[in-house]
């Protein structure tokens, strides 16, 4: 059994972890092109090396980030994501309405 | 043939000394009018019908490894075409006819064996997408039922109707069903190409594409640069890597497939039997050995090592299925890396560079499209880049414009 080593809860086996894709930057989805979305929801790098992703301890309902190499699998590093992220990313939840709704 | 086999018999030396099925290694040539990287099915196929159709031999096929060895080795080699969509119905359908006249054409036995494939329903929810897929695919000419516990039972007695007590509700029965030896697929094309004047070069590995002002006119390869008129691009599990060195990103990410095999018994199951509930496919070889496959690893990978969850898993889905199996013994355990797309379709046809065509995001299922591939992807180079319809809906720039073609249902557990 592989195991991985939890931020929150130390080393746990690979199976109580879900993958979660790589960390990369979310383009507005209000003001980015459908071209600009597609590349962030579909295309990744998915090349041979050192990557950056996240990883969620499914028993704890825990996010976290992994530094793993995608040929060996050896995990190298894994954080709280605060460590990347210090401040909240506020995204406009409520887009301007074109439309006056019809109700 | 039974003559020759008759005075093979009755002669004291090997018959055949200078009917050499490949012929031996050559140095590269400077141009090729178009080079194939990537000496799996797909690509000997597609020099097979360039040389074939449409008179194009001047072609070399640029392995990195041995012919054959990647995926193609690997794979479990079901072919069938009870898929969801029409676009793939009607693609793997073509695909199917061809396999089933490969030994004739070749003067080579694929060993391709029509046994049919159960695909088992433990919801409601998915007897109702086999009502769908049934009709899709009877519309297309293919031959699928949807079938009754009681006919399932007639069908393959020795399956436990009610495994991981999920009771099997309904099947999909595809008569088509069949698998094929899969290397003889991948020698059948290669001498059938060979013989027609294309070069095959093994241990030859492309380290760079030469791209000039949106062009692709050639490849760096550990034997020297190479320029050409095309490229045809058919590396499955490396096609993000490939592709990255002619400056192109896709849509794809690379997982490992695992799949198995015990010690062989006396025949007792004719039929391919699927449960995507269960993650699980069980089939028996000409051999007699039980083959085991399952869903793909849980996260990306490139990397062919096995583990222990994925045996526990597949295995105990595998003995829910036919329970006597537990007092069987693996024999063998093996991984291909797998290009997976988010809709499970491929990615065929044009690329952002000019010449740089792609046969690509087969993932876990392209076995089966060897021939079809081969033969679509020969006249997109042919024609010059013009799309056959068969293949325009598998364009990579479906997911810009949100234009998925969905076989996720189809293909999950069954590859
Ligand atoms: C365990 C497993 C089970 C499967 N079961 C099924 C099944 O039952 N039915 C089905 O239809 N499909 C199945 N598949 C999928 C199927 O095997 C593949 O989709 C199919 O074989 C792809 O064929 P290909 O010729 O494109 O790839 P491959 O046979 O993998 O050929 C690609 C070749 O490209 C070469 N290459 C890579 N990089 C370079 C480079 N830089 N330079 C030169 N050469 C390079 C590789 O060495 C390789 O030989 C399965 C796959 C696996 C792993």
Request: glycine content about 8%.
């Amino acid at each position: 059994m592989k195991i991985m080593h939890c931020p929150l809860n130390g080393p746990r086996n690979i199976s109580e972890f879900v993958y979660g894709g790589e960390v990369k930057p979310m383009p507005n989805p209000h003001t980015c092109s459908d071209k600009e979305w597609a590349e962030y929801v579909f295309y990744s790098d998915n090349t041979i090396r050192i990557i950056t992703e996240w990883w969620y301890h499914a028993p704890s309902g825990y996010w976290f980030i992994a530094e793993r190499h995608t040929a060996s699998d050896e995990i190298l590093k894994t954080y709280d994501p605060s460590e990347r992220f210090d401040q909240r990313i506020e995204f406009d939840s409520k887009p301007e309405l074109t439309q006056e709704p019809s109700i | 043939m039974p003559f020759s086999l008759l005075k093979y018999g009755l002669k004291n030396d090997y018959p055949f000394e200078n009917d050499v099925d490949l012929p031996s290694p050559t140095a590269l040539k400077k141009h090729y009018d178009v080079v194939i990287i990537g000496g799996g099915g797909h690509g000997v196929a597609t020099a097979y019908y360039l040389a074939k159709y449409h008179g194009i031999t001047n072609v070399a096929i640029l392995e990195k490894g041995y012919l054959g060895g990647g995926n193609t080795a690997r794979n479990t080699a079901v072919i069938r075409s009870n898929y969801l969509t029409s676009e793939g119905v009607k693609f793997y359908k073509e695909s199917v006819d061809l396999f089933k006249g490969l030994s004739n054409e070749f003067d080579f036995n694929i060993m391709y064996s029509s046994r049919g494939q159960l695909t088992l329903a433990h919801t409601e929810a998915t007897v109702r997408s086999f009502r769908q897929r049934t009709e899709v695919n009877t519309h297309f000419g293919g031959k699928t039922e949807l079938i009754d516990p009681q006919q399932i039972k007639e069908l393959v007695p020795t399956l436990n109707m009610n495994p991981a007590d999920m009771p099997i509700l309904a099947g999909l029965w595809h008569i088509d069903g069949a698998t094929a030896r899969h290397d003889a697929v991948a020698w059948g094309y290669a001498k059938g190409a060979t013989q027609r004047g294309v070069e095959l070069h093994q241990l030859t590995e492309v380290t760079d594409v030469i791209v000039e002002n949106g062009k692709a006119t050639g490849v760096k390869t550990n034997r020297g640069n190479v320029s050409c008129g095309c490229i045809v691009q058919a590396v499955a599990g490396h096609s993000s890597v490939v592709a990255a060195m002619a400056g192109i990103k896709m849509p794809i990410t690379t997982y490992p497939l695992q799949a198995m095999v015990t010690q062989p018994v006396k025949p007792f199951l004719n039929p391919l039997v699927s449960s995507s509930a269960l993650h699980c496919y069980v089939q028996q070889t000409g051999r007699g050995e039980m083959v085991f496959g399952g869903g793909s690893d849980p996260y990306p990978l490139y990397n062919t090592r096995s583990t222990m969850d994925l045996k526990e898993s597949l295995l105990a889905s595998a003995v829910e299925m036919f329970p006597f199996m537990a007092n069987l013994k693996l024999m063998r355990q093996w991984a291909g890396i797998t290009d997976m797309t988010s809709d499970y379709s491929p990615i065929m046809g044009l690329s952002p560079v000019e010449n740089y065509y792609l046969d690509a995001g087969w993932g876990t299922w392209g076995f089966k499209s060897t021939p079809i591939c081969g033969k679509t992807m020969a006249q997109l180079v042919a024609n010059g880049g013009k799309v056959p319809d068969l293949i325009a809906p598998f364009a990579m720039d479906r997911f810009d414009v949100f234009r998925q073609v969905n076989e996720m249902g189809a293909t999950a557990a069954s590859h």
